[in-house]
Nanobody, 127 residues
Framework: EVRLVESGGGLVQPGGSLRLSCAAS????????MGWFRQAPGKGREGVAH???????QFADSVNGRFTISLDNAKNTLYLQMNSLKPEDTAMYFC?????????????????????WGQGTQVTVSS
């Protein structure tokens, strides 16, 4: 059974930084993508960033230049480094994964493209 567990969320002031981690277990796939999505109260789930096992990645325009994503294949752990945080970044952040991908394929940065989900970690940006 695939399990994704997020950590690293919290309260931070505007302009601050946080690093989210997502540990995957039960993962036996060798071609997969993992990503971060977020959902603010009253809003839909939006893609933040994702990366595949070949290192191809994509960011949402709203976070490009402020966030970085990395994947430790050996540890099956995904990271999201968030810098210059803004109040509008406040949301529940979810880790997601999808597997059995074609060579160097990166799916759309869309929740429907992902099969496995974590429970989420809250990020609050406020002074």
């Amino acid at each position: 059974e695939v399990r994704l567990v997020e950590s690293g969320g919290g309260l931070v002031q505007p302009g601050g930084s946080l690093r989210l981690s997502c540990a995957a277990s039960g993962f036996t796939f060798n071609r997969y993508a993992m990503g971060w999505f977020r959902q603010a109260p009253g809003k839909g789930r939006e893609g933040v960033a994702h990366i595949n096992t070949f290192g191809s990645f994509q960011f949402a325009d709203s976070v490009n230049g402020r966030f970085t994503i990395s994947l430790d294949n050996a540890k099956n752990t995904l990271y999201l480094q968030m810098n210059s945080l803004k109040p509008e970044d406040t949301a529940m952040y979810f880790c997601a994964a999808t597997a059995r991908l074609a060579y160097n394929y990166l799916p759309p940065l869309n929740a429907v493209a992902y099969n496995y989900w974590g429970q989420g970690t809250q990020v609050t940006v406020s002074s």
